[in-house]
């Protein structure tokens, strides 16, 4: 399978990988001397982010924006935050807009599938709304851990966007463990803050690019194995 990967990759000719940049010992600390450089470009990327996706229905290019900008953070590039979040929406913009509604279609299932499991599993104490409640928590997890990985691949890759999903879904199959190790890091996080009293603000300041740039850079470590 290993070598399939890379022939199914070289094949489509996606590796378009950034400049190579002098390396940095230990990822933690390469991510905080960035940071400890450029917090105020972490707080614009976060803020254009959050005000991009209040339409909803843009929120496929907001984040296909937001990982182009945090792509170049973790490979270490010079970052122009508003003229790199346009370019990787407009470079990209059918993708992310697809890739977008499929987010929110499946948004829209575990919704309904919640609701149902709710009310007949919980209020109910019916056997088949529990199973209805897992099935929705499940389908809620896999569709967040598949679109971290599509949303990489998209400002990573020229492909199309039909390859990328195959990719992806080729990708985790070698590497499932991982994958669900990375989708739990923004899951975790989150339930950490929902602890805290008033920690809501930090979403809107620093949540999203911090948590898109420790998700990037371990998704890229199983993605450069395949290059």
């Given at each position: 399978m290993d070598e399939w990967k890379k022939q199914d990759i070289n094949e489509y000719e996606c590796l378009e990988p950034f400049e190579e940049q002098k390396e940095t010992k230990g990822p933690f600390r390469k991510f905080l001397r960035r940071f400890s450089d450029e917090y105020g470009k972490f707080i614009f990327v976060n803020f254009l982010f959050v005000i991009c996706s209040l339409p909803i229905v843009t929120i496929g290019?907001?984040?296909t924006g937001l990982f182009y900008v945090m792509m170049r953070f973790v490979e270490d590039e010079y970052v122009d935050v508003f003229y790199h979040f346009?370019?990787?929406i407009v470079d990209n913009f059918k993708k992310g807009l697809i890739a977008g509604i499929v987010v929110l279609l499946t948004i829209t299932v575990?919704?309904?599938?919640?609701?149902?499991?709710y009310y007949n599993g919980v209020i109910l104490d019916n056997f088949i709304g529990k199973l209805i409640l897992i099935m929705s928590f499940f389908i809620l997890f896999t569709g967040?851990?598949?679109?971290?990985f599509v949303f990489t691949m998209i400002v990573r890759y020229?492909?199309?966007?039909?390859?990328?999903?195959?990719?992806?879904?080729?990708?985790?199959?070698l590497n499932m463990a991982k994958g669900i190790v990375i989708t739990s890091i923004p899951l975790i996080i989150s339930i950490i803050l929902?602890?805290?009293?008033?920690?809501?603000?930090?979403?809107f300041i620093l949540y999203f690019s911090i948590v898109s740039y420790i998700v990037i850079s371990n998704i890229l470590n199983i993605f450069i194995r395949y290059e």
């Open positions: 290019l907001s984040i346009k370019k990787g575990v919704y309904f599938l919640f609701y149902i499991g967040i851990m598949v679109h971290l020229d492909i199309p966007l039909r390859r990328i999903y195959k990719n992806t879904f080729g990708i985790l199959m929902l602890m805290i009293p008033y920690a809501s603000t930090f979403y």
